[in-house]
């Protein structure tokens, strides 16, 4: 009984422990719904976010539920720490204002949460996206995609450097008739202004390439999707880019082909056709394009395919032009049959497109049936041997009369049409490359240092030709302009000349007394030199004589007949009477060099100065051209890209009388009829000199024939040792039998 008494005591017990648990659990249940409550009030009626909320209640009911004695913990806080007032009131701000919208867009937003395994479903089916969710990821994608690209325009900029190749350009040389002669510059690119490119060209090309170029925005979303799949889908690259693209990818980037350059080419493209025209993006397109041949630029790939300029090219032309921007290695019709049958293929289907986008109508294209097979080699290239003096010429004339700087030249543009004559220069060049090789077989040794200086030059002044050295790769050295050897007895008209347009003076402080043709003067060998004081002597005490080549005598002889006869003392004494500064003026105004001049001492009169060959001839000119002369010039127009520069051309400057100039002409034309009186028609009007040395070290002839006067010069210099000239030692021939008379027969057309 007692223990039925203990059992029931200890079921109360445990009854009223089970009631006090209950009501200590609906205490704390009240406490965290009022808690709730609070926090929902302290809100001002925003709703919280349900992250937060839920954060908030749970850390509430971790308070509401601490065991009883245990400290609250007073640390601070942990995270981030509370934000400025200023902040926070615009942050409270910003929420309240898109609670809105956010109330609207959560029920669809959780909609779109992935639910997996997604209930409903079985098997495989529950772990796939919903509909609603594969439209929202689309969606996401698509905005994403917009918000990157708008910002990537937004950062891309035009780059203010251009590619080296898309800038530097080399200068083209053009023969007199206009057709190409060289070029200078590691690139052959020459810019066209699109004014002067034919409309037939521009069209060729943008139905090879972009038609819709002038309405496109400037990249092509289909190219660039398919270029981007063939690079990273299958490693491999394919076009499909616009012009612009194609000009950004040529003047601004590199031809790597990567996804991150074709992204930054379409990004530039797209400002650029907003910032550029097309007209101008065409242009440039135009004129940085690879066409082959070592060649940029239409301007270049004309010239080198067709020899001509591109104003020049028709639609046919143009169309076989426009083909080889596919890639001029599988499209030039001269490298290999199969390229051949590829370029037809392309040039008819570039036709064709013209006529469908009607820039070409059906009878024109109906002319163009057969290809238009272009030139099998590139005509602009540098040959390094006649070309090169010629350009070397020219170019120092171009610097100096258009006043371009070194550093100008050198960043090419520049179409310099030159005055030399293609013909003039080959049978000048025939002529002395025969006359060496007649050389190395009857005088192999002195053949070796062998020099052939030679220049053509017209009464007008213009340089046609000129003979500078066997081969300019390996003598830079250039022989037609170089002032090394002296005249000799080639000076004697600039005496004449100068002592018939002076006069004489035979005594201190005489008034000159006029002299003709006719006037007589000693030609004995040996003749003392003297002045109106007295013999002339010399610096070591010795009178000065003169002397004739082969010492012989003439006894007393005109003027005009020691010129015809080239006898020296004569004109060593004419040259003492009219006054040694006169000849030398009379000389320089003539046309030759202040600084070849030499000494004024009687020796001057002999020909101690050291003209060129090139300056030689144009002060023979000024005598044919009745005493005018004017400065000999090798280049006769200059433009760059198209745009003519300003060039000092030089003018016609009296140099001396008229009636002299006709005497010494007519002493000249006698010279040439005794030393080869067979040589040409007596209806030609044929005069010339030969010129011999002294120290035999150089050996001349000069003659105009046809308003066209050419000097040639003989002489030998060892280049490794030194300067100065040694002895022909027969090189140059004889008296009878003159290799610089038969140079210059042959280059006039006589031999």
């Known amino acids: 009984m007692q223990l039925n008494v203990d059992a029931l005591r200890k079921a109360d017990e445990t009854m009223q422990l089970s009631v006090e648990a209950l009501r200590k659990d609906a205490a704390r249940r009240q406490a965290l719904d009022k808690s709730a409550h609070d926090w929902d009030a302290v809100g001002e009626g925003v709703p919280p976010r349900p992250d937060e909320t839920m954060a908030l209640r749970v850390s509430r009911l971790r308070e509401t539920v601490r065991p009883p004695g245990r400290r609250a913990d007073r640390r601070k806080p942990r995270g981030k720490p509370a934000l400025p007032p200023a902040v926070a009131r615009v942050t409270a701000a910003a929420a309240r204002h898109l609670a809105p919208l956010t109330a ?26 919903s509909w609603r969710q594969w439209l929202g990821v689309w969606l996401s994608a698509i905005g994403l995609t917009g918000m990157f690209l708008v910002v990537a325009y937004a950062v891309t900029d035009i780059p203010d450097n251009l590619n080296t190749y898309a800038t530097q350009q080399d200068n083209v040389y053009f023969w007199s008739d206009g057709t190409p002669m060289a070029r200078t510059g590691w690139v052959q690119r020459q810019a066209m202004p699109l004014k002067d490119i034919p409309q037939d060209v521009r069209w060729a090309v943008l139905a090879a390439e972009n038609e819709n170029f002038y309405s496109d925005p400037g990249i092509s979303f289909k190219g660039i999707t398919r270029a981007l799949w063939r690079t990273v889908g299958e490693g491999d690259t394919e076009g499909g880019s616009t012009i612009t693209q194609q000009y950004v990818k040529n003047v601004y980037l590199s031809q790597n082909q990567t996804v991150s350059r074709k992204f930054t080419e379409a990004m530039i493209s797209l400002k650029l056709d907003n910032k550029m025209s097309k007209d101008q993006i065409l242009e440039g397109y135009l004129n940085t394009s690879w066409f082959g041949r070592g060649t940029y630029g239409i301007q270049r790939a004309a010239q080198a395919y067709y020899g001509k300029d591109v104003s020049k090219l028709n639609a046919s032309e143009a169309a076989c032009l426009a083909g080889l921007l596919k890639g001029a290695g599988l499209y030039d019709p001269t490298l290999s049959k199969a390229n051949h049958k590829r370029a037809v ?26 290809f238009p097979d272009p030139l099998k080699t590139n005509p602009l290239y540098d040959t390094g041997e006649q070309s090169d003096y010629l350009v070397e010429v020219a170019t120092q004339y171009a610097k100096k009369s258009a006043h371009i700087t070194d550093q100008e ?42 020099h052939y200086g030679a220049a053509s030059v017209a009464t007008d002044g213009r340089v046609l030709a000129v003979y500078g050295g066997p081969d300019h790769r390996t003598q830079g050295y250039n022989e037609s302009n170089a002032t090394t050897v002296k005249a000799g007895s080639a ?3 600039f005496v004449y000349a100068a002592g018939l347009e002076h006069g004489i003076v035979k005594k201190r402080n005489g008034i000159p007394s006029p002299i003709s043709p006719e006037t007589v003067y000693d030609g004995n060998d040996g003749h003392i030199v003297t002045t109106p004081e007295g013999p002339y002597w010399d610096r070591s005490g010795k009178r000065v004589t003169a002397h004739n080549d082969d010492g012989k005598s003439y006894g007393q002889i005109t ?9 020296n003392t004569p004109f060593m004494q004419l040259g003492m009477d009219t006054g040694l500064d006169k000849v030398t003026q ?19 009169t002999t020909g101690s100065s050291t003209p060129s060959a090139i300056r030689m001839a144009g002060g023979y000119a000024t005598f044919a051209a009745a005493g005018k002369h004017t400065e000999p010039y090798s280049v006769r127009r200059i433009t760059r890209n198209g745009a003519r520069v300003a060039l000092t051309t030089p003018r016609p400057q009296r140099a001396v009388g008229a009636d002299v100039a006709q005497n010494v002409s007519r002493a000249l034309t006698e010279s040439f009829r005794i030393a080869h009186p067979a040589a040409a028609p007596v209806t030609a009007q044929v005069a010339g000199k030969a ?25 030998r210099i060892d280049l490794a040792k030194s300067l100065e000239p040694q002895p022909l030692k027969g090189l140059a021939g004889t008296t009878t039998d003159s290799v610089p008379y038969t140079v210059w027969s042959q280059a006039m057309g006589f031999g």
């Open 104 to 129: 609207r867009i959560s029920p669809y937003a959780r909609k779109l949460k992935p639910v997996y395994p997604r209930p409903g479903r079985t098997g495989w089916r529950r772990w796939i996206p």
């Open 345 to 370: 293929e392309r040039w008819s289907w570039i036709l064709d497109r013209m006529v469908k986008i009607g820039k070409l109508s059906p009878q024109e294209r109906a002319t163009y049936t057969k």
């Open 409 to 450: 030249w050198d960043l090419g543009g520049y179409q310099i049409y030159t005055t030399f004559d293609r013909k003039r220069e080959k049978a000048l060049t025939d002529a002395v490359t025969k006359a060496r090789k007649q050389a190395e077989k009857d005088h192999p040794e002195e053949a070796k240092t062998g």
């Open 491 to 493: 000076f004697q008209p």
């Open 559 to 567: 003027l005009d007949r020691a010129l015809a006869q080239s006898v």
């Open 586 to 604: 009379t000389a320089e105004a003539s046309g030759l060099l202040a600084s070849s001049i030499g000494p004024q001492v009687p020796a001057l």
């Open 691 to 715: 010129g011999t040395t002294a120290d035999d070290t150089a050996s001349w002839y000069t003659g105009t024939a046809s308003s066209v006067t050419t000097a040639v010069v003989v002489y």
